[in-house]
């Protein structure tokens, strides 16, 4: 990891880094793919993904491989010791968050509250 906090940690699974890389190969050098955390969802707070053309100056930046990952510092609080992962299962594809600091969440895994 490195960026603008090093003591917070979001970890990516094997599954979730092979996919962001997958992603950003089709996307210009320099791209990353944000993970966020935005007000909404039926618990609160939901999780945001996205492709932005390069980190900015106060993300974390957490690289595994060819998968580039940022998170903003507003959402670092809310994903510290959290764990990405994608899964590809009969309900779909999709990114999940393993977040220690949910107290609880929605059905789909989409939303939670802290």
Do not use: H, W
């Not at 007000?39 to 690289?63: I, R």
């Amino acid at each position: 990891m490195s960026g603008a906090q090093t003591t917070t940690r979001v970890d990516l699974t094997e599954a979730a880094a092979r996919r962001i890389a997958g992603i950003l190969a089709n996307e210009a050098p320099g791209a990353v793919f944000r993970v966020g955390v935005d007000g909404g969802g039926c618990s609160g707070f939901k999780y945001s993904f996205a492709v932005d053309p390069a980190p900015g100056a106060t993300d974390l930046l957490l690289e595994q491989g060819a998968a580039r990952l940022v998170v903003d510092e507003a959402s670092l609080a809310y994903l510290q010791g959290a764990r990405i992962d994608f899964v590809d299962d009969l309900m779909g594809q999709a990114f999940r968050v393993e977040n220690p600091n949910a107290s609880s969440s929605c059905g789909c895994g989409v939303s939670f509250s802290v």
